[in-house]
């Protein structure tokens, strides 16, 4: 019986080792995934560099940029991030009610950014400037839809994530998924102030 009950104590540990293991190598692989998300932003930077002055005659960044609708956007991912924030301390005091809160306020922030965003392409579309009016807008619709479609995947991603604590609870591999999205979120909150800096700002003011 106690030779039993240590194979089964041995088993359990290799077992709990076998799943950290793992845990590990799906920190490592995102960490991987988040340096080629590095590559492909700064080539969309350099491209956009290269070809902001390319405007065919276009309106520049002066004439299309509107600095409240920017500055609204920032607000709303910043206070996302906040909210964010705080639904992962909340998962891990285990405040299972507290962290579906907070998250479900990152979720709301997130698409309030997404809808002043394409507030932003559908009222530059009607105007005539669409991406191939011009090899700025070609490269500023690029940069800033890339951007987009991250924060909307990280949407889609903090609704599973609500599911399965709905459904599971708060269990170890819930706080590696929410330690990823938040390495994911914050890094899409960097992207996002490099966008705000080196293009909406400097094209503002051309500077």
């Known amino acids: 019986m106690t030779l039993n009950n240590n194979m089964y ?15 590990s190598k799906q920190c490592f692989g995102f960490w991987l995934y988040l340096m ?4 492909l932003f700064a080539t969309l930077f350099a491209v956009y560099f290269i070809m902001k002055n390319n405007t ?11 600095f409240t609708t920017v500055v609204f956007e920032s607000i709303a991912l ?12 909340s998962i891990y005091r285990k405040k299972e009610i507290q962290s579906i809160l ?7 922030f997130g ?33 800033i839809v890339t951007h987009g479609f991250h924060i909307f995947c990280g949407i889609v991603w903090i609704l599973i994530l609500l599911l399965q604590i709905i459904k599971f609870g708060i269990t170890r591999i819930i706080e590696i998924r929410i330690s990823c999205l938040g390495l994911f979120w914050h890094f899409l909150d960097i992207v ?14 051309n500077v």
Do not use: M
């Open 56 to 66: 065919a005659y276009g309106p520049s960044g002066q004439d299309i940029f509107q």
């Open 9 to 23: 104590t041995v088993q359990n540990k290799l077992t709990s080792q076998h799943k950290i293991i793992n845990l």
């Open 111 to 143: 698409l309030i950014f997404i809808i002043f965003e394409c507030r932003e392409f559908y009222s530059l579309i009607l105007k005539g400037y669409g991406p191939s009016r011009s090899g700025f807008l070609s490269a500023f619709f690029t940069i």
């Open 36 to 39: 080629s998300d590095c590559i």
């Open 102 to 108: 907070f998250l479900l306020f990152t979720l709301f």
């Open 78 to 89: 910043l206070l996302s991030t906040i909210t964010y924030t705080i639904a992962k301390i």
């Open 192 to 205: 996002w102030i490099c966008i705000f800096t080196f293009v909406y700002l400097i094209g503002l003011y």
